[in-house]
T-cell receptor, first 115, second 113 residues
Framework: DAGITQSPRHKVTETGTPVTLRCHQTENHRYMYWYRQDPGHGLRLIHYSYGVKDTDKGEVSDGYSVSRSKTEDFLLTLESATSSQTSVYFC??????????????FGDGTRLSIL | AQTVTQSQPEMSVQEAETVTLSCTYDTSESDYYLFWYKQPPSRQMILVIRQEAYKQQNATENRFSVNFQKAAKSFSLKISDSQLGDAAMYFCAHWMGNEKLTFGTGTRLTIIP
């Protein structure tokens, strides 16, 4: 399995608090992605990174920020969590953007509940 | 915007039988890639099969095969000899060169013993 670790695996927090999710990889892949998964929506891209300090927005980026100061770590931050951000969050990595030679590999997900 | 549509929220199949999951997508590109991912209850996302649009031959991986109809923008997944371990959510995904995968909403597959 591709070496991806998401932390924490589960988190419960209150509305208005800041939350940071971490994705750590040991594969030295260039591309890293954050998705959220909600019933009826599948997986939707929040932000992605194509290199250290190089990031871009996905389709549901409002309320989220990311940082990538090292190849191996990609952080997702909710500056002030809202109940609508309750979801399962997945990190994925890939050496190329097209997933052809090596597809995106996913972490095990973080279940985040905001009360 | 890219869209991927899975019109079957749930499907069920008898063990050892064959089932086909549907997926349609929207694109104006001629070169792109399509994927099927499986998500079992463990929540892992596992790549099942992928198809390059420029290849006319349908992709096959053991019991899993696709029916790729480029003109119709259809990409269905056929699972033969269904097994209990095939029970999962299945997601269709589309990549067309913009560094992003677009996923469908998923089909939950139940295997009946």
């Amino acid at each position: 399995d591709a070496g991806i670790t998401q932390s924490p695996r589960h988190k419960v927090t209150e509305t208005g608090t800041p939350v940071t999710l971490r994705c750590h990889q040991t594969e030295n892949h260039r591309y890293m992605y954050w998705y959220r998964q909600d019933p009826g929506h599948g997986l939707r891209l929040i932000h992605y990174s194509y290199g250290v300090k190089d990031t871009d927005k996905g389709e549901v980026s409002d309320g989220y920020s990311v940082s990538r100061s090292k190849t191996e770590d990609f952080l997702l931050t909710l500056e002030s969590a809202t109940s609508s951000q309750t979801s399962v969050y997945f990190c994925a990595i890939s050496p190329t953007p097209d997933g052809v030679n090596q597809p995106q590999h996913f972490g095990d997900g973080t279940r985040l509940s905001i009360l | 915007a890219q869209t991927v549509t899975q019109s079957q929220p749930e499907m069920s199949v008898q063990e050892a039988e064959t089932v086909t999951l549907s997926c349609t997508y929207d694109t104006s590109e001629s070169d792109y890639y399509l994927f099927w991912y499986k998500q079992p209850p463990s929540r892992q996302m596992i790549l099942v099969i992928r198809q390059e649009a420029y290849k006319q031959q349908n992709a096959t991986e053991n019991r899993f095969s696709v029916n790729f109809q480029k003109a119709a923008k259809s990409f269905s997944l056929k699972i033969s000899d269904s097994q209990l371990g095939d029970a999962a959510m299945y997601f269709c995904a589309h990549w067309m060169g913009n560094e992003k995968l677009t996923f469908g909403t998923g089909t939950r597959l139940t295997i009946i013993p």
